[in-house]
C-alpha cells in the first residue's frame, strides 16, 4: 500500500460545484494531516490542517477517520481560481516530522 | 508575512558539475528540509535537518547531496556531481516544530535543470 494514495484526477467540473477528494494512508503513528495546494510550478502552499474532530474554513471542510486512515477534502461553491492540483500530506513521526505527499489531485473548475 | 526565500530561482548546469541551492528559512524555526520534485510527478522527501545536524534522509539523498546551514540564517543544498536525473524543482522548507503545530513552510523552489 502507497504511504500517501490519492485519486490523481483530473476533476473537470462547472463553477459552483461541490467537489470532494479523498485520501488515504498507509502508517497508522501518523498523527498530522495537511492540505496543501499547488498551482502549476509554483510551491506547494498549506490549505489547510485536517483535525481529529473535523474542521471547515470557509468553502473548505477537510475530515479525517483515523480507524479507515482516511482524510477528505470538501470544496463548496468552487472558484475558477480553485484549479489546482491538491496534495494530501500524512506527517510520519520521527525527530523532524517528515511529511509524505500524496500525488495530488488536479482539479480544473471551468466557467 | 514572514516566509521562506530561495536563490536561484532557475539553475542551469552541465553534467557532471556542482551546485549550491540556497534558501533563507523564516527565522524563528529550527527545523529545516529539503525536497525535490520531478516534473510532473510528486513532492518527495530529501533530508531534514536540525541543530545543525541531519535528522533524517531518504534513499534519494546519496553521498552526491550534503546539506549545511553555513550562518543563522542561510540552508544549503549542495549536489556535487549533478545528473540528468537531477533535473527537478528543488524546494526548501522549515518549521517551528512544537507539540501544537509541525506545519511546513515551502520556499518558491529552485530548478535544476541539468544538460
Known sequence: ?111 | EPEVTQTPSHQVTQMGQEVILRCVPISNHLYFYWYRQILGQKVEFLVSFYNNEISEKSEIFDDQFSVERPDGSNFTLKIRSTKLEDSAMYFCASSVLTEDTDTQYFGPGTRLTVL
Not at chain 1, 473537470?12 to 503513528?29: I, K, L, M, Q, W
Not at chain 1, 477537510?62 to 506527517?91: E, F, G, H, M, P
Open chain 1, 1 to 111: 500500500r502507497k504511504e500517501v494514495e490519492q485519486d490523481p484526477g483530473p476533476f473537470n467540473v462547472p463553477e459552483g460545484a461541490t467537489v470532494a477528494f479523498n485520501c488515504t494512508y498507509s502508517n497508522s503513528a501518523s498523527q498530522s494531516f495537511f492540505w496543501y495546494r499547488q498551482d502549476c510550478r509554483k510551491e506547494p502552499k498549506l490549505l489547510m490542517s485536517v483535525y481529529s474532530s473535523g474542521n471547515e474554513d470557509g468553502r473548505f471542510t477537510a475530515q479525517l477517520n483515523r480507524a479507515s486512515q482516511y482524510i477528505s477534502l470538501l470544496i463548496r461553491d468552487s472558484k475558477l481560481s480553485d484549479s489546482a492540483t491538491y496534495l494530501c500530506v500524512v506527517n510520519i513521526p520521527s525527530s523532524a516530522s517528515k511529511i509524505i505527499f500524496g500525488s495530488g489531485t488536479r482539479l480544473s473548475i471551468r466557467p
